[in-house]
């Protein structure tokens, strides 16, 4: 539901067939959802999306900053450790940057997803704040799922920089 809700289109009921020439994308342009498909079995191993949003600023000021935040990016089980989420990664990149014109994009992430912030920070993303009072859904032992108290990291890269850019950071 949450994809529908932010892409737009949902998915077929029936194949991996999408319309248009990028597989998984929306027709809203402030709005995109790349897919990673396995072709030979003909199902979805991993997704990423991007959106124009107003990323919240936690440094003392009031307002907001408007830029494109990836979110929901996440890969199969048997299908990580092969360089696919850097994929999707510099895939959302490129929307905000080539698409769009964004010279930044940012994420948001829980601090307790150590691995997905390796990730991030090596692939250049720097952390610009966090907040110890955020909540999330945690699934409990009888497969409910209920509200938890979580740290939220939000996260930024300078897109088109180069090595300088890298440097100089």
């Not at 079995?41 to 124009?52: L, R, T």
């Not at 948001?108 to 110890?132: H, M, S």
């Amino acid at each position: 539901m949450e994809f529908k809700k932010r892409y737009k289109r949902a998915l077929p009921a029936t194949g991996l067939r999408l319309p248009g020439n990028y597989a998984g994308r929306s027709s809203d342009s402030r709005a995109e959802l790349v897919l990673c498909v396995d072709r030979r079995k003909d199902q979805i191993i991993g997704v990423a999306g991007v959106e124009v949003e107003k990323i919240k600023k936690l440094d003392g000021y009031d307002g907001t900053i408007t830029g494109p935040l990836m979110s929901n990016l996440a890969i199969s089980r048997k299908y990580r450790r092969k360089g696919l989420a850097e994929d999707l990664v510099k895939a959302t990149e490129n929307i905000a940057r080539k698409e769009w014109g964004y010279d930044e994009c940012y994420l948001y992430v829980e601090k307790r997803n150590v691995p997905a912030i390796k990730l991030y920070n090596k692939l250049g993303y720097r952390t610009l704040w966090e907040d110890d009072s955020a909540t999330t859904l945690l699934p409990t032992k009888d497969g409910r799922v209920d509200k938890g108290k979580t740290t939220i990291v939000c996260m930024k890269k300078r897109l088109n920089m180069g090595l300088l850019g890298t440097i100089f950071r």
